[in-house]
């Protein structure tokens, strides 16, 4: 990375808050603040302080919202942030948009930044759609000039002609986004940041929107810092990933492996009786699963209890654990998901008429799948057992990764690789008539 293609530099960033309170806290914590600073001490307070983890009770009134944040930003470079909600994507984004400053470390940029952080952010609702246009411009410091040129394409992009001449309180919330973005975009701001504002905006709006950020970073050699929890969005847009978990920097890298690293952190491999103490279920619990493990015939041998499936392979094996608190009847599915946790198939003891009757206590259950034709990449399975009156006795989402392994699955002494769409892999014959 070139020094001068270097356009945000983010230094030791840490953002700490006082949980219930405005501002910095007591008069008393002020003053003690104020000393420190003309002793030429540390701040006492920053010692303190606890890891930004809203899923747990704390000890410490002060929580760090991040802690140690460190990257650089390229000229032209689409930068897309995720994580959990509360993990301090949004209080870093205020502070790279300087609606905040961070309690330690620094911020340095180069040119004008323009951000779109929450429905009506930098509006006036007492003034128009174009009145707010003009005041947007020379928020960024643009002559009237330079936005009256940039008017009619604002206006037609944003797709609000009709009411640019009333009040934005008028505005739905749809209306006042694109209005937003088509500001924040056409006003050619050199680092263009971007939260979730736009999930509230169609789906028209939100093609277009990121067509308009691609348009943006790679014609005009602008930076965009995206954040969603689409994931299909992050992966079409972006070129390089960061990931946030409670406060802290847990990843920067390649896209595609950052999607893969978000979406199976809460997963577990499969091992010895992993499911037992899986936390993330429901039904009633009559019924659990324990365990789950894969095996599968390829060329004529038996891999058993492998981590990983072949794509080619004659049969497929899941076999199940499952403990039961009595003897009972019941439907019993797997089903199977792509890394982005959209559906791609199943096997269901419903669909195939089989009658599955547990006994009180430990069951082992085998489904087979013939000619497995997924191509090779990382699979979520989900199970779900219900009696016959569809109460639902265990349910784990995405619980297991099943990894499935490029061969030759067209017996041409090639494996598959390059351009792949789809899912399924599916064996053809070409004719040619000359």
């Known amino acids: 990375?070139?020094?001068?293609?270097?356009?945000?530099?983010?230094?030791?960033?840490?953002?700490?808050?006082?949980?219930?309170?405005?501002?910095?806290?007591?008069?008393?914590?002020?003053?003690?603040?104020?000393?420190?600073?003309?002793?030429?001490?540390?701040?006492?307070y920053l010692k303190i302080g606890e890891t930004n983890d809203r899923s747990k009770k704390g000890k410490s009134e002060y929580v760090w919202a991040l802690k140690d944040?460190?990257?650089?930003?390229?000229?032209?470079?689409?930068?897309?942030?995720?994580?959990?909600?509360?993990?301090g994507k949004s209080t870093l984004l205020k502070i790279l948009s300087k609606v905040t400053g961070p309690t330690t470390g620094s911020i340095k940029s180069k040119g004008r930044i323009a951000s779109l952080l929450e429905v009506g952010t930098g509006f006036h609702s007492e003034m128009t759609?174009?009145?707010?246009?003009?005041?947007?411009?020379?928020?960024?410091?643009?002559?009237?000039?330079?936005?009256?040129?940039?008017l009619d394409e604002i206006i037609s992009f944003s797709g609000c002609e009709r009411y640019i001449d009333t009040p934005v309180k008028r505005y739905s919330s749809g209306m006042t986004v694109r209005l937003a973005f088509a500001?924040?975009?056409?006003?050619?701001?050199?680092?263009?940041?971007?939260?979730?504002?736009?999930?509230?905006?169609?789906?028209?709006?939100?093609?277009?929107?990121?067509?308009?950020?691609?348009?943006?970073?790679?014609?005009?050699?602008?930076?965009?810092?995206?954040?969603?929890?689409?994931?299909?969005?992050?992966?079409?847009?972006?070129?390089?990933?960061i990931i946030l978990k409670n406060?802290?920097?847990?990843?920067?890298?390649?896209?595609?492996?950052?999607?893969?690293?978000?979406?199976?952190?809460?997963?577990?491999?499969?091992?010895?009786?992993?499911?037992?103490?899986?936390?993330?279920?429901?039904?009633?619990?009559?019924?659990?699963?324990?365990?789950?493990?894969?095996?599968?015939?390829?060329?004529?041998?038996?891999?058993?209890?492998?981590?990983?499936?072949f794509s080619g392979s004659e049969k497929v094996f899941f076999d199940l654990e499952i403990n039961s608190e009595n003897?009972?009847?019941?439907?019993?599915?797997?089903?199977?998901?792509?890394?982005?946790?959209?559906?791609?198939?199943?096997?269901?003891?419903?669909?195939t008429n089989t009658d599955i009757i547990l006994k009180k206590g430990i069951n082992y259950l085998r489904f087979t799948i013939n000619d497995?034709?997924?191509?090779a990449m990382d699979y979520k399975l989900s199970l779900w057992m219900a009696d016959k009156n569809y109460e639902v006795l265990d349910f784990l989402e995405h619980c297991i990764i099943m990894k499935v392994t490029e061969t030759d699955f067209f017996n041409t002494g090639k494996i598959p690789r390059g351009r792949q769409h789809g899912y399924l892999l599916l064996k053809n014959k070409v004719d040619f008539q000359i």
């Open 1 to 44: 990375m070139k020094k001068d293609d270097v356009i945000l530099k983010v230094e030791d960033v840490s953002k700490q808050y006082r949980l219930g309170t405005l501002g910095t806290g007591t008069i008393s914590h002020d003053f003690n603040r104020f000393l420190a600073k003309i002793r030429g001490k540390e701040d006492p």
């Open 69 to 87: 944040i460190n990257f650089e930003v390229e000229r032209g470079e689409v930068l897309g942030i995720i994580g959990k909600n509360g993990a």
């Open 129 to 150: 759609g174009k009145e707010n246009i003009f005041l947007n411009g020379a928020i960024l410091g643009m002559t009237k000039k330079e936005i009256q040129s940039k």
């Open 183 to 241: 500001i924040a975009a056409y006003l050619e701001p050199d680092i263009l940041i971007v939260d979730e504002v736009l999930a509230v905006g169609d789906a028209e709006f939100q093609k277009k929107a990121i067509g308009k950020m691609q348009d943006i970073s790679n014609n005009n050699g602008r930076t965009v810092i995206f954040v969603s929890h689409d994931m299909a969005a992050i992966q079409s847009l972006c070129t390089r990933l």
């Open 247 to 309: 406060g802290v920097l847990n990843f920067i890298g390649d896209v595609n492996s950052g999607i893969s690293e978000y979406l199976n952190s809460s997963i577990k491999k499969t091992d010895t009786a992993i499911l037992c103490d899986y936390e993330d279920r429901q039904g009633n619990g009559k019924a659990k699963f324990l365990d789950i493990k894969f095996s599968c015939l390829y060329k004529n041998r038996l891999y058993k209890n492998c981590s990983e499936i």
């Open 327 to 351: 003897k009972t009847s019941i439907n019993l599915s797997v089903d199977i998901s792509d890394s982005k946790q959209i559906p791609v198939s199943n096997v269901s003891s419903e669909f």
């Open 372 to 375: 497995l034709n997924l191509r």
